[in-house]
């Protein structure tokens, strides 16, 4: 019998502990910190072994196969044992790809992804198609092939997951854009980033389907550097393209799939902001692609609700808009966020930095900021970049507070902008608590 272990027991870790039982595995889960209640009782309903506090080596290093918690880095004590001893590492997306003959639309990038996820899994499911949402969201992508017989399944992934994928394919793959983020992962290399998303493209063939960004630049050298084998789907909203492609011309999108143009004003778009139409773009090919009709698609990018803490109006309070963006990680997150801001903005930013270069909104900043408040542990880095380029900046160390001082120092006609460009882990749980805690916060004012 072959022993599978699994680092971490968060919903990906338990999901893939699920299916390798139930495919004939010794299966044993190991997590450093404390398991959740609700995973441990499924742990102990399956009567799967596991530990918690600690990995101890002599219940790992005997592993046939490991499959690793994309929150796990490379440089991990443990990790670097496995790869020492040979034992291969893998992430839960590649195992569960083992065991499914379904269609997987893969979807990356280093922002809009879970946006053009969702929205593609909704055109799916209006379509009637028999679909799974995994990977970064919904269920794990495990549980689901070990519990479900989904056609269809919808796959965010991030670049962790594709780290950790090796015979894994797409049929059809999604690269929204590749902008740095996560560079401690990467040695603050871009270059290791971004060939760790161009992975989403590995294993395809002739049949299969690439759908990519014309405008961003790094996909473009990458694929001169590594020419796709799949059929190509660019789309574009500078440049009118030929053949099967996206584009936008004055303020029409077209979208021409099968030799059979689907055409909508921008203002059709369930979703406003420029981000919002390479979105639409990427999702309408992803779906015509898969012969969904255009009718259908077209219903589907114009009444698309967009997920929570992505750019979520909470509530309007003495004439100042609260804004909950808590799932922009990262730099270019909340530049489109501040992007798409109309009134003077309150910022309210920080966090654990992942290697932020905060010049590249600076413009933004100095335009639209009128304060930022501080929500973070270690906030010098902050205060020195922004000190001087906008009116106050003011330290706070709960979402209450946050919102409290946003509020007292706001007027009529601003925003309260949260969008924090860095990770939640000082503070919080994860962007989900944090956007939670401030939602609960405007409620409270």
Same mark, same amino acid.
């Given at each position: 019998?072959?022993?599978?272990?699994?680092?971490?027991?968060?919903?990906?870790?338990?999901?893939?502990?699920?299916?390798?039982?139930?495919?004939?595995?010794?299966?044993?889960?190991?997590?450093?910190?404390?398991?959740?209640?609700?995973?441990?009782?499924?742990?102990?309903?399956?009567?799967?072994?596991?530990?918690?506090?600690?990995?101890?080596?002599?219940?790992?290093?005997?592993?046939?196969?490991?499959?690793?918690?994309?929150?796990?880095?490379?440089?991990?004590?443990?990790?670097?044992?496995?790869?020492?001893?040979?034992?291969?590492?893998?992430?839960?997306?590649?195992?569960?790809?083992?065991?499914?003959?379904?269609?997987?639309?893969?979807?990356?990038?280093?922002?809009?992804?879970?946006?053009?996820?969702?929205?593609?899994?909704?055109?799916?499911?209006?379509?009637?198609?028999?679909?799974?949402?995994?990977?970064?969201?919904?269920?794990?992508?495990?549980?689901?092939?070990?519990?479900?017989?989904?056609?269809?399944?919808?796959?965010?992934?991030?670049?962790?997951?594709?780290?950790?994928?090796?015979?894994?394919?797409?049929?059809?793959?999604?690269?929204?854009?590749?902008?740095?983020?996560?560079?401690?992962?990467?040695?603050?290399?871009?270059?290791?980033?971004?060939?760790?998303?161009?992975?989403?493209?590995?294993?395809?063939?002739?049949?299969?389907?690439?759908?990519?960004?014309?405008?961003?630049?790094?996909?473009?050298?990458?694929?001169?550097?590594?020419?796709?084998?799949?059929?190509?789907?660019?789309?574009?909203?500078?440049?009118?393209?030929?053949?099967?492609?996206?584009?936008?011309?004055?303020?029409?999108?077209?979208?021409?799939?099968?030799?059979?143009?689907?055409?909508?004003?921008?203002?059709?778009?369930?979703?406003?902001?420029?981000?919002?139409?390479?979105?639409?773009?990427?999702?309408?090919?992803?779906?015509?692609?898969?012969?969904?009709?255009?009718?259908?698609?077209?219903?589907?990018?114009?009444?698309?609700?967009?997920?929570?803490?992505?750019?979520?109006?909470?509530?309007?309070?003495?004439?100042?808009?609260?804004?909950?963006?808590?799932?922009?990680?990262?730099?270019?997150?909340?530049?489109?966020?501040?992007?798409?801001?109309?009134?003077?903005?309150?910022?309210?930013?920080?966090? $654990?930095?992942? #290697?932020?270069?905060?010049?590249? +909104?600076? =413009?933004?900043?100095?335009? /639209? !900021?009128?304060? *930022? $408040?501080?929500? #973070?542990?270690?906030?010098?880095? +902050?205060? =020195?970049?922004?000190?001087? /380029? !906008?009116?106050? *900046?003011?330290?706070?160390?709960?979402?209450?507070?946050?919102?409290?001082?946003?509020?007292?120092?706001?007027?009529?006609?601003?925003?309260?902008?949260?969008?924090?460009?860095?990770?939640?882990?000082?503070?919080?749980?994860?962007?989900?608590?944090?956007?939670?805690?401030?939602?609960?916060?405007?409620?409270?004012?």
């Amino acid at each position: 019998m072959k022993r599978l272990v699994i680092l971490g027991s968060g919903e990906s870790g338990v999901g893939a502990a699920i299916l390798a039982k139930q495919k004939g595995f010794d299966v044993f889960v190991s997590d450093r910190g404390e398991i959740k209640e609700e995973y441990k009782k499924v742990l102990i309903e399956e009567k799967i072994n596991f530990e918690e506090g600690k990995h101890s080596a002599e219940l790992i290093l005997n592993a046939d196969e490991v499959v690793k918690s994309p929150g796990i880095p490379e440089k991990a004590e443990m990790v670097k044992k496995l790869k020492e001893k040979n034992i291969p590492v893998i992430s839960e997306i590649e195992f569960a790809g083992r065991y499914t003959n379904a269609k997987k639309i893969c979807i990356t990038g280093s922002n809009g992804k879970t946006t053009t996820t969702m929205w593609v899994y909704h055109t799916l499911l209006k379509a009637g198609y028999n679909v799974g949402l995994g990977g970064n969201v919904g269920k794990s992508f495990a549980l689901q092939v070990a519990n479900e017989n989904y056609d269809y399944y919808v796959l965010e992934l991030s670049s962790f997951q594709l780290d950790d994928m090796y015979d894994f394919k797409a049929e059809v793959a999604v690269l929204l854009n590749i902008t740095p983020d996560h560079l401690d992962r990467y040695e603050y290399k871009f270059e290791n980033y971004a060939k760790s998303k161009y992975r989403i493209i590995q294993n395809q063939t002739a049949d299969d389907a690439f759908i990519y960004c014309y405008d961003d630049e790094v996909i473009q050298e990458l694929m001169e550097k590594e020419k796709p084998t799949a059929r190509t789907f660019p789309f574009s909203i500078k440049k009118k393209l030929s053949g099967e492609a996206a584009w936008l011309e004055e303020n029409q999108i077209n979208i021409n799939i099968n030799q059979n143009p689907l055409i909508m004003t921008i203002e059709e778009l369930a979703l406003a902001g420029k981000h919002n139409v390479y979105n639409a773009m990427a999702s309408g090919i992803a779906s015509r692609v898969i012969d969904i009709r255009k009718e259908t698609v077209r219903e589907s990018l114009s009444d698309f609700v967009n997920v929570a803490h992505r750019l979520e109006f909470v509530a309007t309070i003495n004439g100042i808009d609260f804004i909950n963006d808590s799932k922009a990680t990262n730099i270019n997150s909340a530049w489109y966020a501040l992007e798409s801001m109309e009134k003077p903005v309150i910022w309210i930013m920080g966090g $654990v930095d992942k #290697g932020n270069n905060y010049e590249e +909104i600076m =413009d933004l900043v100095k335009n /639209k !900021v009128k304060a *930022i $408040v501080c929500l #973070g542990t270690d906030n010098t880095k +902050i205060i =020195d970049t922004f000190t001087g /380029k !906008v009116e106050r *900046i003011i330290e706070t160390k709960t979402a209450k507070d946050a919102v409290a001082v946003s509020f007292s120092i706001g007027r009529k006609g601003d925003a309260v902008l949260l969008s924090p460009a860095c990770a939640s882990f000082d503070l919080f749980e994860n962007y989900e608590d944090r956007g939670m805690q401030f939602k609960a916060a405007v409620r409270g004012l």
